[in-house]
């Protein structure tokens, strides 16, 4: 199942591809940077609703910059799969490219493009043009 995050004026959109990735991204954010979690509360609530208003898009943009800046420092070994439970291997745990330098440009979408730029491109998006985001 391939997940996509879309603008409610369906002017933009971005192939996140398998439900691995952001449940994967969420579960490094939610254990890596808790001690940061209230200064990206806006990103960590997109990341757990899949939903952001328009009022709510720029904030929340500048908060996954945060997270970028943040995942940086955890080299690519300290990805969590699946924060539920912390023993499931990830499919890709001996797959990871040697250009995959940390946990901020380990998560590229479905046609290669890093995940995390794309996600602030369409919250900026949003944000100039007064519309929504969803994940699907």
Not at 57 to 79: C, H, M, V, W, Y
Not at 109 to 120: H, K, Q, R, S, Y
């Amino acid at each position: 199942m391939s997940f996509t995050i879309n603008t409610s004026d369906n002017e933009l959109f971005v192939d996140v591809g398998s439900g691995d990735i952001w449940i994967s991204l969420m579960s490094t954010v939610d254990i890596r940077l808790k001690k940061c979690k209230k200064d990206i509360s806006y990103a960590v609530n997109f990341l757990h609703s899949g939903e952001c208003s328009a009022e709510d898009a720029l904030e929340t943009a500048k908060q996954f910059n945060i997270i970028r800046d943040e995942l940086s420092k955890f080299g690519p070994d300290k990805i969590i799969y699946d924060s539920e439970d912390l023993k499931k291997e990830a499919p890709w745990k001996n797959n990871i490219s040697p250009t995959v330098t940390s946990c901020a440009n380990f998560y590229t979408t479905a046609d290669g493009n890093d995940l995390l730029f794309e996600i602030v491109n369409i919250l900026t998006y949003a944000a100039a043009n007064k519309v929504s985001v969803e994940l699907r």
